[in-house]
């Protein structure tokens, strides 16, 4: 089983929809989580940071469930601007070292908004 | 800030050939990573750097890559000799926030591809 699973997609929505992506983690230990966002060709930017409490940004909304062990992204109102590839990534614990640094990455989802 | 700047962009070489990747970090950010990234494996961490001493290279695939860190304002990735399977995209990335709130910032990239 991979750290770090998202179902690819492609998710396919119209203008306005609302969309939710779910991320999966295997290690109950994770301490931190994030969604990042990819567009074609382009590097990953930090789209928000996912809070216990969950989290709210404007049209996006990033929720997380220790129990189930996942994290969700909710995109209200979607637009055209918002189809990219989404990145679900989480941060394990210290390394040897003690430095808390290292990110799991999934293979993203990716988000088609058509007019 | 002219944020993470990587060169060169695209670099296509053959099957032998030394390859030699670079990157300027986010002035003032004390920590470097280098990725790759394939449709198959998705981001993949290779090596990362604190206060330019490498902390993790655990991700490096092998004797032919080598990466560096002579100051703080710059690092290379080397694979010599380069093979067709080392065809990806290699981002750096740079970071100097706190450990919860850590933010990556990351490079245009370079697409490498090895013939």
């Known amino acids: 089983r991979k750290e770090v699973e998202q179902d690819p997609g492609p998710f396919n929505v119209p203008e306005g929809a609302t969309v939710a992506f779910n991320c999966t983690y295997s290690?109950?230990?994770?301490?931190?989580f994030f969604w990042y966002r990819q567009d074609c060709r382009k590097e990953p930017k930090l789209l928000m940071s996912?809070?216990?409490?969950?989290n709210e940004d404007g049209r996006f909304t990033a929720q997380l469930n220790r129990a189930s062990q996942y994290i969700s992204l909710l995109i209200r109102d979607s637009k055209l601007s918002d189809s990219a590839t989404y990145l679900c990534v989480v941060r394990s614990l210290k390394d040897n070292a003690g430095n808390n640094r290292k990110l799991i990455w999934g293979l993203g989802t990716s988000l088609a908004v058509n007019p | 800030d002219a944020g993470v700047i990587q060169s060169p962009r695209h670099e296509v070489t053959e099957m032998g050939q030394e390859v030699t990747l670079r990157c300027k970090p986010i002035?003032?950010?004390?920590?470097l990573f280098w990725y790759r990234q394939t449709m198959m494996r998705g981001l993949e961490l290779l090596i990362y750097?604190?206060?330019?001493?490498?902390?993790?290279d655990s991700g490096m695939p092998e004797d032919r890559f080598s990466a560096k860190m002579p100051n703080a304002s710059f690092s290379t990735l080397k694979i010599q000799p380069s093979e067709p399977r080392d065809s990806a995209v290699y981002f750096c990335?740079?970071?100097?926030?706190?450990?919860?709130?850590?933010?990556?910032?990351f490079g245009s990239g370079t697409q490498l591809s090895v013939l």
């Open positions: 750097f604190n206060n330019n001493v490498p902390i993790d």
């Open positions: 290690n109950s230990a994770s301490q931190s």
């Open positions: 002035s003032g950010h004390n920590s």
């Open positions: 996912v809070y216990s409490s969950g």
């Open positions: 990335a740079s970071s100097g926030g706190t450990a919860r709130n850590e933010k990556l910032f």
